[in-house]
């Protein structure tokens, strides 16, 4: 994933809602959202080349989700695992989430730069494998692209704000998330200096990406309520044209 925007416990309807884009090239084979053949529990994309997944959630509501960390310097380097691993070794395990994120710092250097959320119903967690820090996340609306958890770049503000705005309806309207996550105006102003060039990282500035050979290739929407019901929405795109969408709902189990 290269952004993701979610309210965690701060509404008065939802528990979480989140609105996320996962940012690939377009030639990497990947899988829409299912529930896995080998693993029937676990709602989510595969990517079929690491056989990982970037966002996943299972049915007794074990969440996690991953973005990568731009750092130009491990373009060149060489990394033994994939990192969609780590969100699919979470929801296919049964470690507590604050157990499970301890055992991944003390192997972070083995990945590419990462930041990791995973939870469960009692709470959500965050790690950054430069930083190395467990961070149980605070209630409230949050933003992550390819950072730190609410670092200022103009995609993580915007996002943030337009979750903001969506939420202060007593219900989450799904499309109203899915603009959000379709826009794609570029920011000219408060780009970060992650070693590419300006032009580089103008195009890497919207929410929504469309480049050449790299931009979105699906956005998904979840909405967990208080009474445990979850709502997954995935849109999958093709060179920035929806190519497909797919829908489940179904109450958390235990």
Not at 65 to 71: E, G, K
Not at 171 to 183: I, P, S
Request: charged letters at 30%.
């Amino acid at each position: 994933m290269c952004l993701i925007n979610f309210q965690l416990n701060s509404h008065s309807r939802y528990k979480l809602v989140m609105a996320a884009n996962r940012d690939e090239e377009y030639s990497r084979p990947t899988e829409a959202a299912h529930f896995w053949e080998d693993h029937p529990d676990l709602l989510g994309g595969r990517d079929l080349r690491g056989m990982g997944t970037w966002l996943g959630i299972t049915k007794d509501g074990r969440f996690s989700a991953l973005t990568n960390v731009r750092n130009t310097k491990e373009l060149l380097s060489t990394h033994s695992k994939s990192r969609g691993h780590l969100v699919r070794n979470f929801l296919t395990g049964d470690d507590r989430p604050e157990e499970y994120l301890k055992k991944v710092a003390e192997e972070g250097g083995d990945y590419a730069g990462f930041n990791l959320l995973v939870g469960d119903k009692d709470g959500l967690y965050y790690l950054n494998n430069y930083e190395n820090e467990v961070v149980r996340i605070e209630d409230g609306v949050h933003g992550l692209s390819n950072h730190h958890l609410d670092t200022p770049w103009p995609k993580v503000v915007k996002g943030r704000n337009g979750l903001k705005s969506v939420m202060e309806d007593q219900d989450a309207d799904v499309e109203a998330l899915f603009r959000l996550l379709r826009d794609d105006e570029t920011a000219d102003s408060g780009l970060p200096d992650t070693g590419l060039s300006k032009e580089l990282e103008r195009d890497l500035s919207p929410l929504f990406i469309n480049m050449d050979k790299y931009g979105t290739r699906c956005s998904t929407v979840i909405l967990i309520d208080q009474s445990d019901n979850v709502t997954f929405v995935e849109r999958t795109y093709e060179e920035g044209k929806e190519n497909g969408e797919v829908r489940y709902e179904f109450a958390l189990e235990g």
